[in-house]
């Protein structure tokens, strides 16, 4: 089955810099891979998604790309804010399985004042 | 407006207690699925129903059985708990079984001793 793998399991940035958490896939029939942030005690919520259709998908100051090729899928964060800090979550499914994501072990990103 | 509602909220059982996790949902969304969270290990699927009446397993369906008992509700049943089975158990739904956007329940935190 898929395998989602993701790093680094914990970033610590300046407020205003960015980051950038980076995902691994083994699956190349894998053609969905959203991303979801977990905020303290709460469930996760999908932030950005991307398709395997587009190479770079843009909202406000966060981005992801992908690189069929490479396997691999980035979110950017960029002027981060102190409400950044979280736990992201990067995912991936096939569509013809139906929704089901493998997720990746997560990364918590703090974003220091 | 309250999307997902999962309870408990928290529980503590002993080795070989049984439980059952409730989750229901207000957007009329026909799919419905149960995660658990580890540290490090991102959410892993334990079952999902993509209707009423019908359930199929995900990535660590062991020890546990579910029901879709409405087109709302969705449980998940701990037989006889072992300790393997402490974790975080997210309830999510989606409108349908594509590439969609899940929505998460607050979580339920179960320790078993």
């Known amino acids: 089955g898929e395998n989602v793998e993701q790093h680094p399991s914990t970033l610590s940035v300046q407020e205003g810099d960015s980051a950038v958490i980076k995902c691994t896939y083994s699956d190349s029939a894998s053609n969905y891979f959203p991303w979801y942030k977990q905020e303290l005690g709460k469930g996760p919520q999908l932030i950005i998604d991307?398709?395997?259709?587009?190479g770079e998908k843009k909202d406000q100051r966060i981005a992801v790309t992908l690189n069929k090729t490479a396997k691999h899928f980035s979110l950017h964060i960029t002027e981060t804010q102190p409400e950044d800090s979280a736990v992201y979550f990067c995912a991936a499914s096939i569509r013809s399985a139906g929704n089901k994501l493998t997720f990746g072990g997560g990364t918590r990103v703090l974003v220091k004042p | 407006n309250a999307g997902v509602t999962q309870t408990p909220k928290f529980q503590v059982l002993k080795t070989g207690q049984s439980m059952t996790l409730q989750c229901a949902q207000d957007m009329n969304h026909n799919s419905m699925y149960w995660y658990r969270q580890d540290p490090g290990m991102g959410l892993r699927l334990i079952y999902y129903?993509?209707?009423?009446?019908?359930?199929d397993k995900g990535e660590v369906p062991n020890g546990y059985n579910v029901s879709r008992l409405n087109k709302r509700e969705f449980s998940l049943r701990l037989e006889s708990a072992a300790p393997s089975q402490t974790s975080v158990y997210f309830c999510?739904?989606?409108?349908?079984?594509?590439?969609?956007?899940?929505?998460f329940g607050s979580g339920t935190q179960l320790s078993v001793l």
């Open positions: 129903s993509v209707s009423e009446g019908t359930t």
């Open positions: 999510a739904s989606s409108e349908g079984t594509g590439d969609e956007k899940l929505f």
């Open positions: 991307i398709r395997s259709n587009v």
